[in-house]
C-alpha cells in the first residue's frame, strides 16, 4: 500500500459545497429483479406522495416478459390486467441524513448538495388483497342473491333492509388518551391526509434538465448570498497567526523581520495601510487543492 506522500497526484479539480433550496431526496430501490440493472427497463408510469408524512409511492413498469426475470406468468394472468402492467413502490422519508450529499462533475469541478432524507423503495402488493376483497365480495353477492330469491319467499316483500343498532357506554377521558394512542387511531389519522399526484420528468426531458442545472448552480446574486459582514481590524486580526510574541522595539524595521510571520502584536502596532503591505509582502501562495476551502466572495470588507 503506498503511502499518502508516495502517492502521485494526477490532478486537482475545484469542490464546492451547494446548499440546496428545497427538499433533495434520494431514491433507492434495493428490491428488484435478479440481473436486472439499476434504471434498465424500469419506466416511471406515476407517482403520488404525501408531503407532511413525506411519504411516495412510484408507479413502476413491471417487466415480467424479461428473460433475466423469474415470473409466474400464469399466477399474474390470475391477477388481470393490472398487476402486469405496474408495480408500486411506497416508501416514507427517514430523519435528516447529514453524511450523503449528490454529485456533479463537469470535468472542471465537483458539485456537491447535501441530501435531506433517504427514500427506500418497497414493493407493495395491495393489488393482491384488492383481488382477493373484490373475489371474496363477488361471492357474498352471489350468495346473498341466492338467499334473498322471491321465488323461495313469496309473502315477503322486497326491498326491505335491516337496521342495526349499537349502544355503547360514555367514553372517559383516559378511554379517550388510550384510544388516541392506540396503533388503530394513528393508522386512521394518517390515512386521512390526501394524496397530491406527481408529474414524473426523467433527466432527457427539458425542465429535469433546467431543474439539475439549478440545483447544481452556485452562482448567486447579490442579494441571495448571506455575506458576512465584519471591520477591517477584525478582518486584519483572521489574517494574522495567532501568536503571543511582544511587539520590537520602535527602532528596529518591520522589513528585518521579512522571512518570518507577524504577531498579531506587531500588526496591530501599525497603521492599517502598513498592515496590509506587510501581509501582502509575507504572503505564501498555494495551489487551490493544498489549501483550506474558502469562498472569498462571501466575505465583504467594511
Not at 503511502?3 to 428490491?31: I, K, M
Not at 486584519?236 to 522595539?249: A, T
Request: charged letters at 30%; aromatic letters at 6%.
Amino acid at each position: 500500500m503506498l503511502l499518502e506522500e508516495e502517492d502521485e497526484v494526477v490532478a486537482e479539480y475545484d469542490v464546492r459545497l451547494v446548499p440546496s433550496d428545497g427538499a433533495v431526496y434520494d431514491l433507492q430501490f434495493p428490491l428488484r429483479p435478479r440481473g436486472l440493472e439499476l434504471g434498465a427497463d424500469r419506466k416511471i408510469l406515476g407517482g403520488r406522495a404525501r408531503p407532511r408524512q413525506r411519504r411516495l409511492e412510484l408507479n413502476l413498469e413491471l417487466v415480467s416478459e424479461s428473460a433475466k426475470g423469474s415470473f409466474d406468468h400464469e399466477r399474474l394472468r390470475s391477477f388481470g390486467e393490472y398487476p402486469q402492467q405496474r408495480m408500486v413502490g411506497a416508501a416514507t422519508a427517514s430523519g435528516h441524513v447529514a453524511n450523503h450529499v449528490a454529485t456533479m462533475f463537469n470535468g472542471r469541478s465537483l458539485t456537491l448538495v447535501p441530501i435531506d432524507a433517504m427514500l427506500q423503495l418497497r414493493p407493495d402488493f395491495s393489488y393482491v388483497e384488492d383481488f382477493q376483497d373484490s373475489e371474496a365480495k363477488k361471492g357474498e353477492d352471489m350468495s346473498n342473491r341466492v338467499d334473498t330469491d322471491p321465488a323461495e319467499h313469496p309473502g315477503e316483500e322486497s326491498g326491505v333492509e335491516a337496521i342495526d343498532v349499537k349502544f355503547r357506554r360514555r367514553e372517559t377521558e383516559k378511554a379517550e388518551q388510550r384510544r388516541k394512542k392506540s396503533h388503530a387511531y394513528l393508522v386512521r389519522k394518517r390515512e386521512e391526509e390526501a394524496w397530491v399526484d406527481l408529474e414524473v420528468l426523467t433527466i432527457p426531458h427539458k425542465e429535469c434538465e433546467d431543474e439539475r442545472s439549478r440545483l447544481f448552480d452556485s452562482v448567486k446574486t447579490e442579494n441571495e448570498r448571506n455575506v458576512p459582514c465584519v471591520p477591517s481590524s477584525d478582518y486584519i486580526r483572521m489574517l494574522s497567526p495567532m501568536s503571543g510574541v511582544q511587539p520590537r522595539n520602535q527602532g528596529t524595521s518591520v522589513m528585518d523581520s521579512f522571512l518570518g510571520p507577524l504577531s498579531r502584536a506587531e500588526i496591530q502596532a501599525l497603521p492599517l495601510q502598513s498592515a496590509v503591505e506587510e501581509i501582502i509582502k509575507r504572503a505564501r501562495y498555494e495551489t487551490l487543492g493544498r489549501s483550506v476551502p474558502f469562498d472569498f466572495s462571501s466575505m465583504r470588507l467594511c
